[in-house]
Nanobody, 122 residues
Framework: QVQLVESGGGLVQPGGSLRLSCAAS????????MGWYRQAPGKERELVAT???????SYADSVKGRFTISTDNAKKTVHLQMHSLKPEDTAVYYC????????????????WGQGTQVTVSS
């Protein structure tokens, strides 16, 4: 199996910063992409930022210029550095990893983390 462990959420004041991390482990053959989604109460889950194994990145318009996604390929870890946080960034943030397993190396599957709460409030 593939496991994702997220860390770094918490409570921060508006204008503050947080760094989320997500480490993938297990019988991983290849990672195609990693990213972050978020879901606020009463809203649908939405894309925040993604990065592919080829180095392409994409961001939601609402976070461009404030959030930066990065990876440590050796550690199979993705980070989300968040600056200038706003109350509307409050949500549960989920890590997504698209990867294939060693027992089925040609079939990529989406794996989700358990979620980490980010609350932006004074």
């Amino acid at each position: 199996q593939v496991q994702l462990v997220e860390s770094g959420g918490g409570l921060v004041q508006p204008g503050g910063s947080l760094r989320l991390s997500c480490a993938a482990s297990g019988s991983i053959f290849n990672i195609y992409a990693m990213g972050w989604y978020r879901q606020a109460p009463g809203k649908e889950r939405e894309l925040v930022a993604t990065t592919t194994s080829g180095g392409s990145t994409s961001y939601a318009d609402s976070v461009k210029g404030r959030f930066t996604i990065s990876t440590d390929n050796a550690k199979k870890t993705v980070h989300l550095q968040m600056h200038s946080l706003k109350p509307e960034d409050t949500a549960v943030y989920y890590c997504l990893t698209r990867a294939s397993r060693s027992d089925n190396p040609l079939v990529p599957v989406n794996y989700w983390g358990q979620g980490t709460q980010v609350t932006v409030s004074s």
